[in-house]
């Protein structure tokens, strides 16, 4: 019975990095270990932590994580080869926790579980939502270092056009929350060829398009045929998707005045339990897409928020130490990078009819299992493959996981 941690893994990992350039064999056997104790350390992971539990000492962790390293052609390579193709691209700025006062970056951001600005750092989350399989895929974590005078959203822009070329082989279609919902942010997506996927506040200025026939009077034809009122559809306009006691569809293509431009909007009347009901309005930038595949692509988004919450649990996504740039960026990379690996080893190679949910938790506990038990048989000179060992060994790596 093989127990040793890097042979699960490196096939995946190797067959990427032996498509980067650049990418020696010391430094790829450096990115494997360390993908290996992001996967196997429990509690913190920073430097002292690597060094205590890693092949290396820790000032070579500190080193090698200054250096540079493709983490979104790696992924995407990953999705690639791993992932059903149907793609869309979710975008999420996530709150990192950090004091000091000298990290560059720091400063007050949003926080979503705290629901406040809190003092510490941001990354800008890119990451591919697998449609078929409905869940998410690190891509690349950028922290959110601002340039003098610049707003938060020509930056968030600025970071997703630097990496147009990468992320047009995934997927035209970007999926971010109703904060992205302004015209400088589609504009800037419109210019390099995505479309946005969001959705707009329950107030919105919506307008209706005139489909009237010319009259053939003077003048030029009216453009808007009155303003949508949320609550009393025009069903003139609008054309119904589904409908059952949870929810009624509606779709159409509306004027939107604060995007200044026409979209395909989703409305979505839905009723509690109790008998209320609530509308909302999603949206799409491409006007030909079903209005289905809206609702569908925008539900997925939230994959995404399941990366920050493994990472910031199990991955140590906040336990970085670093000040430099350099070291933070690979840091918060390789914290999400190797739930990837995790996912695609222990999920995504499972039947999708036979698949249950996702356990990082699990993934770690097996990981660590196996950390201590190579250190116990190396230290005791036992021979794991001694066939009276098996079955106690593997109760042992399975020591401690949640059951099913």
């Known amino acids: 019975m093989v127990i040793k941690r890097k042979t699960q893994y490196e096939s ?7 498509k980067m350039s650049g990418i020696n064999k010391w430094r790829r056997d450096f990115i494997l270990e360390t993908f290996m104790l992001f996967l196997s350390i429990k509690g913190r992971i920073n430097f002292l932590q690597l060094g205590r539990y890693g092949s290396f000492e820790e000032q ?35 709150y990192i926790s950090k004091s000091g006062k000298k990290t560059p970056g720091l400063g007050w951001y949003w926080s ?90 329950d107030d919105a200025n919506l307008k209706y398009l005139n489909t009237d026939q010319p009259t053939g009077k003077k003048g030029r034809p009216k453009k808007y045929d009155g303003k949508m009122d949320t609550n009393n559809l025009d069903k003139k306009h609008f054309e119904l998707v589904s409908q059952d006691q949870d929810a009624i569809i509606h779709t159409a293509i509306l004027y ?36 289905t595949d809206v609702l569908e692509y925008f ?14 649990q199990h991955t140590g996504l906040e ?46 506990t097996v990981n660590h299992n196996i950390l201590m038990l190579e250190r116990f048989l190396d230290v005791f000179a036992i021979k794991p493959h001694f066939i009276n060992n098996n079955k106690d060994i593997e109760k042992l790596i399975y020591y401690g996981t949640i059951a099913a």
Request: net charge positive; hydrophobic share 40%.
């Open 60 to 94: 070579r962790f500190r080193q090698q994580f200054e250096k540079t390293f493709d983490f979104l052609f790696f992924n995407s390579e990953l999705v690639k080869m791993y992932g059903s193709g149907h793609f869309a691209i979710a975008f999420d700025p996530s």
């Open 256 to 291: 939107s005045v604060s995007l200044k431009m026409n979209i395909r909007l989703v409305h979505v009347r839905y009723t509690s339990a109790k008998g209320k009901e609530t509308n909302k309005l999603y949206f799409s930038t491409d006007t030909t897409m079903a209005a």
């Open 112 to 201: 979503g579980c705290a629901g406040k600005s809190k003092w510490g750092l941001e990354i800008g989350g890119l990451a591919a939502i697998d449609i078929d399989n409905h869940s998410a895929f690190h891509l690349e974590a950028v922290q959110t270092v601002k340039k003098e005078g610049q707003t938060l959203i020509s930056w968030y822009v600025e970071l997703i056009a630097q990496r147009e070329k990468v992320l047009s082989t995934l997927s035209k279609y970007m999926v971010a929350d109703a904060w992205f919902s302004k015209k400088p942010f589609v504009d800037g997506l419109m210019i390099i060829g995505m479309h946005l996927i969001s959705r707009l506040r």
């Open 299 to 312: 539900r997925a988004r939230f994959q995404i928020e399941f990366l920050y919450r493994d990472g910031k």
């Open 319 to 364: 336990d970085g130490q670093a000040r430099s740039e350099n070291k933070l960026h690979f840091h918060f990379n390789t914290s999400l990078t190797s739930i990837n690996i995790a996912k695609v080893k222990h999920w995504l190679s499972i039947p999708k009819e036979e698949r249950k949910a996702f356990s990082m938790a699990d993934v770690k």
């Open 12 to 18: 995946i990992i190797i067959s990427i990095t032996n």
